[in-house]
């Protein structure tokens, strides 16, 4: 059954993860994806590679794509690039500040000779501002945004790089809304995606200021702007922000508890929701049961409540806290390590992950398409490409003859397998 992008031409010159994970969403979706790589290939190709050329980190984002493997310093080879460009519905694209413009790749020039064509380019911290032109890493972003766990010993990376596969997501959103206004107006379009942003809208619960209750961010603030010079440490950091802030109900109530075989995780922050767990665990707690009344200290009811629930969850098992909370309608669930997902009954059933064959490393199992489609369903279709596999066909499509094309590969300025 044919896609929702089937007929859809899309041409990639992304690296590392964004672009490229938007461009395998569009993939999974029945576009037919060329990617332009280096001779030497996307730099994901060597991270955590297998076998050469073949690394983890390249194969989870470039499925049901061709490999176009050039050197694009060559004029021969850029401008039949250009013109392969100029037939695609959609760029996608992470170039190096001005890589883009050096090629004749760059919007302006484009949409002069292509009006519908949709230009979705992927930035570290937007196209305008003093840190326009800076490179930006999920990790570097994840510091500049604030987007990190603090703890008293210092700030803790991501576990995962979710800062880049956000901004992946919102630029295939991005495409599928200029697509559909294409079909309205005929008309392309540029739009940009910068990490910044994706790292905000990862925040998009706490990055907001309401005037009549955070006033307390500008003494934070402040205060950040001369603690660390003035001997401050982050353990100092964390009670100053703590003591400025308005207290919320105990983290009891959000978070992982111990139980007497692991951990489970609880949300139940709405108060009726509180007051249920309240009766199933076992306590009480009256700043949930009597709205109005607040402890003297805030801190200390917060650590002392945390403790005797937990003492009482260590007294039974996480399946069974977890069929009781359940029972009584409370969000929980046994905390998992991702090395259990793959083998997890609920993941398999609802078809999350899925078997591919790749042509050089054998069987793969890969997170599957993530949107599912009763009429257009999305698939995993191929595993990623070889360096170069496609780079003959490609070539020959966008107009040069056989001869031109051996020629090229001759002198070393395109890569074939």
């Known amino acids: 059954m044919p896609g929702p992008f089937d007929g859809l031409r899309v041409i990639e010159f992304g690296r590392f993860i964004a672009a490229p ?49 050039v050197d694009l310093s060559d004029p021969e080879v850029s401008s039949a690039v250009r013109a392969l460009v100029l037939s695609m519905d959609v760029v996608v694209a992470n170039f190096r500040p001005g890589q883009a413009r050096r090629h004749g790749l760059d919007y302006e020039s484009l949409s002069r000779a292509n009006p519908r064509l949709i230009y979705a380019e992927n930035t570290a ?33 991501p576990p995962e790089p979710i800062i880049d596969y956000t901004a992946g997501l ?19 379009q540029r739009l940009d995606v910068a990490l910044l ?13 309401v005037d009549v209750i955070d006033n307390w961010r500008e003494e934070f603030v ?16 964390l009670a100053k922000r703590d003591e400025l802030q ?17 951990m489970i995780s609880i949300a139940a922050m709405a108060r009726p929701l509180r007051m249920k767990m309240m009766e199933v665990v076992g306590f009480d707690d009256r700043w949930s049961r009597e709205p109005g009344w607040e402890p003297e200290d805030a801190r200390a009811y917060t650590a002392a409540l945390y403790g005797t629930v937990e003492e009482i969850l260590r007294t039974d098992t996480t399946e069974n806290w977890h069929r009781k909370l359940s029972s009584a309608g409370i969000p929980c669930g046994p905390m998992r390590l991702r090395e259990q997902l793959l083998d997890d009954e609920q993941v398999r059933e609802n078809g999350f992950v ?3 064959e790749h ?26 490409p070889q360096l170069g596999q496609h780079t003959r066909e490609v070539l020959l499509e966008s107009g040069l003859d056989a001869g031109t094309v051996d020629r090229l590969a001759a002198r070393g300025a395109i890569r074939t397998p």
């Open 359 to 384: 042509a050089t490393l054998g069987g793969l199992t890969v997170v599957a398409p993530p949107v599912a489609f009763s009429e257009t369903p999305l698939a995993a279709s191929t595993a990623s």
């Open 125 to 157: 911290y937007g196209r305008n501002g003093p840190m326009a032109d800076a490179p930006g890493m999920d990790v570097v972003l994840a510091g500049y945004s604030g987007l990190l766990n603090i703890t008293a010993d210092g700030p803790m990376p």
């Open 197 to 209: 942003q994706a790292a905000l809208v990862l925040q998009n619960n706490h990055i907001n200021h």
């Open 222 to 237: 402040e205060y950040l702007k001369h603690a660390f010079a003035g001997g401050a440490s982050w353990a100092d950091v």
């Open 21 to 69: 994970y938007c461009g395998q969403l569009l993939a999974d979706g029945g576009a037919d994806v060329i990617k332009v790589e280096s001779l030497e290939g996307d730099e994901t190709r060597r991270n955590g590679a297998i076998v050469p050329g073949e690394g983890r980190q390249f194969l989870n984002k470039n499925r049901g794509k061709r490999s176009l493997a």
């Open 170 to 188: 919102l630029l295939a959103w991005g495409v599928s809304t200029a697509l559909y206004n294409r079909e309205r107006t005929g008309k392309g």
């Open 354 to 356: 899925v078997r591919m």
């Open 246 to 262: 308005p207290h919320v109900p105990a983290r009891v109530y959000y978070g992982f508890l111990r139980t007497s075989d692991g």
